[in-house]
């Protein structure tokens, strides 16, 4: 007898009209989708920047290369910039600063002669010299890794104890041309 | 005496009993008998058939499209690939969206200043991919233009409003870019927060929604 009560029916009614209420409203709401995806792949960002070191191999440091010279020793010591970043340079800026005297960074267009400290069938060219400033020159560093040699000469008429400090910095413009490719 | 009182007592209830047996039995007779009513049909001789449609979006690389990896990207670079969308012959599609998802988030895929940039540009001819910029031998349409990857990570951009078709196929060009840059690197140190040698792992999706329902008849 229950079952047959009238409140209980007319509950019954209600849920079956909120159950097709629900039922038709998500098949309203219902739109077909399609999507098409590509293979995950890598894209990545070259990096730039060079370092003035002794080294021979990497780790290179991030700090500025100091060179000491002694009164009674060389005036001339060889050092190496490398290219640290993985994109080409074109060029490089240089600070060259020192504790006292004056100095400067030289280059050879050939290969420096480290022994004799002559420039074979190559001219020898300023980079830059103490108490200039920041200088742009062009060394280019065409792949990681590369590395072009320098040389740091104490240019002071007296023969003073004197360090030397060899910067480097590259900025965007110092860096290969953008591109564009494709394939 | 009182058994035969109590025999006596029970002989008129069988009775009625019969009597409302045989009455009901008469009244089920003759209720179906009023309910009893002539039934009609009316089908169609010939299954009518009905099918719903398929909305599908095929993508197809044009050259080595998205299966090749972008590397050591400079700053202001460009580098195009091409994909070939064709909607499926059964459902139209519309309002065509572009998404990218980055496995492995960098900066490249974050920040909307530096980060990548997108092109969409659709060709009504053929593209014929090149080591440059490629060519187009019909009519160029730039369907997106310039949009940070930033975006397109968190929300599907709008690459085609209309309608696609069934069957037709969208020819793109899609240009990344690296926008330029001022970093300066000092004695191989990168400054704080920089661009430079990050990997992303980026997949591109391309998404719609079927055309708009229909009311028919005839």
């Known amino acids: 007898m229950s079952v047959h009560s009238p409140s209980i029916r007319a509950g019954a009614a209600v849920a079956v009209t909120a159950l097709l209420l629900c039922t038709s409203l998500a098949t309203a709401d219902a739109a077909g989708t399609a999507q098409a995806a590509s293979a995950t792949r890598a ?4 990096s730039w920047g060079a370092v003035a070191t002794t080294r021979g191999a990497a780790p290179y440091g991030t700090a500025p290369l100091a060179l000491t010279f002694t009164a009674l020793g060389t005036d001339r010591q060889y ?74 000469r104490r240019t002071s008429l007296l023969q003073l104890n004197l360090t030397v400090t060899v910067g480097v910095s590259v900025d965007r413009t110092q860096v290969r041309m953008a591109s564009t490719t494709g394939s | 005496m009182s058994t035969q009182e109590t025999r006596s007592a029970t002989r008129p209830n069988r009775r009625l009993l019969a009597a409302f047996a045989i009455g009901a039995a008469g009244l089920a007779i003759t209720g179906g008998g009023v309910y009893a009513a002539l039934n009609a049909t009316a089908s169609n001789t010939t299954a009518q058939n009905a099918s719903s449609g398929i909305l599908s979006l095929t993508m197809v690389n044009v050259g080595t499209g998205f299966s090749q990896a972008v590397s050591n990207l400079a700053p202001g670079d460009v580098v195009n690939r091409y994909v070939n969308l064709t909607q499926g012959a059964g459902l139209d599609g519309k309002d065509l969206t572009l998404a990218v998802a980055d496995a492995t988030p960098t900066l490249l895929t974050t920040d909307a200043t530096k980060g990548l940039r997108v092109k969409v540009t659709q060709c009504d001819g053929t593209w014929t991919p090149g080591t440059g910029a490629g060519s187009c031998d019909g009519t160029t349409t730039v369907l997106l233009n310039n949009a940070a990857l930033s975006t397109l990570t968190a929300t599907p951009a709008s690459v085609k409003a209309g309608t696609n078709a ?49 009311t028919t008849g005839s």
Do not use: H
């Open chain 1, 79 to 152: 050092f190496s910039v490398v290219n640290t970043g993985t994109l080409p340079l074109i060029r490089e800026t240089f600070t060259a600063t020192t504790t006292t005297g004056s100095a400067a960074i030289e280059a050879c267009s050939t290969t420096w002669n480290e022994s004799t400290g002559s420039c074979p069938s190559g001219t020898i060219t300023t980079v830059t010299t103490t108490g200039v400033g920041p200088t742009s020159f062009a060394a280019p560093l065409p792949t990681a890794g590369s590395a072009v040699r320098l040389r740091a």
């Open chain 2, 166 to 214: 069934a069957g037709t196929t969208l020819k793109l060009q899609i240009a990344l870019t690296l926008p330029d840059q001022a970093e300066t690197t000092v004695n191989g140190d990168a400054p704080a927060g920089t661009i430079q040698g990050l990997s992303s792992s980026l997949t591109w999706t391309f998404g719609e929604t079927q055309r708009t329902a229909t």
């Open chain 1, 43 to 46: 894209v990545s960002s070259g």
